[in-house]
């Protein structure tokens, strides 16, 4: 369609790449041009995804799909929603050709992060990397600075489906981050700790802040920071009943992305 944003997706017949490609296909300012997984390679991306035939067959070759997109008026956005051992190299096979990523795989390091932001000013690419692509979850995390000037004590839970790859999810760590980021150190020690079974008092990140990660079939995404003082706590929490939270933030993506210039990591970062 003339005008429209071309997109490919990566990790497209995954629990994220389908409801991707109905929200693509939903939306009459983009086009689906591609297709990549590892799986139902051939099959028709739209089926797939419980939508109409797309006439896009899921392939195993983004390079090829990236050649092809390049070629095109309007300029291209990748969403990547796979697996932490492959999102580094396709984010950098998009930029080198000038296709614009929009990722929500997590598992990236910040130095991963760091090395993809350099490559995105060298080619004046814009790229937005968004752990969590759900507005509630940027409200708690604006929350929990908030109150992180009151609380010294916090501890983040995440609970999520056994079929996540990487812990602490994503979204856990980048809270963490944003919570150390006020210049602030956490949990001063109150006694002499011994652990009797070795991570139970979950991860430590950073500022001191611990993580504990839940893996259970029944669970889809969900967090918790506790902040604790004396005589009170203060929890904030944020359930995931559907997938579909996070369409709306990866539409917003795909519409922006091609206006930055360099990297972006947080969808709080392009609310408007
Ligand atoms: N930012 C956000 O808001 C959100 C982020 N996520 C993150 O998104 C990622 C994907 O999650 P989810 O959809 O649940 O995972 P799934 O396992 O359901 O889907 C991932 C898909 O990508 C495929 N894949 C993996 N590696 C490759 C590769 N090298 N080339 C082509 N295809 C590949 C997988 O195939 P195979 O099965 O063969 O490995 C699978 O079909 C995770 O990192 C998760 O944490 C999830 C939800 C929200
Ligand atoms: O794997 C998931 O499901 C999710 N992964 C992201 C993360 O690691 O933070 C986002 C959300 O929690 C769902």
Known sequence: ???SIPVIVTGAAGKMGRQVIQAVAGSNDMILMGAVDRQHLGADAGEVAGVEALEVPITPDLQ??????????????????????SVYENI???????????????GLSLEQIQALAEFCDKA????????????????????AIQASRYFDHVEIIELHHNQK????????????QMLAEIGKTYNPPQVAETEALPGVRGGLGPEHIRIHSVRLPGLIAHQEVMFGSPGELYTLRHDTSDRSCYMP???????????LQQLVYGLEKILD
């Open 1 to 3: 369609m003339n005008g």
């Open 124 to 143: 004046s690419m814009g790229c937005i990397i968004a752990p969590n692509f759900s507005i509630g979850m940027v409200l708690l995390q604006q929350a």
């Open 92 to 106: 950098r096979a998009a930029i080198a050709y000038g296709v614009y990523p929009v990722v929500g795989t997590t």
């Open 249 to 259: 933030g990866v539409l917003l993506s795909i519409r922006k992305v091609r206006q």
């Open 165 to 176: 790859a990487d812990a602490p999810s994503g979204t856990a760590l980048k809270t963490a």
């Open 64 to 85: 090829s799909l990236c050649a092809l997109v390049a070629q095109e008026k309007q300029a291209g956005v990748l969403v990547d929603f796979t697996h932490p051992r």
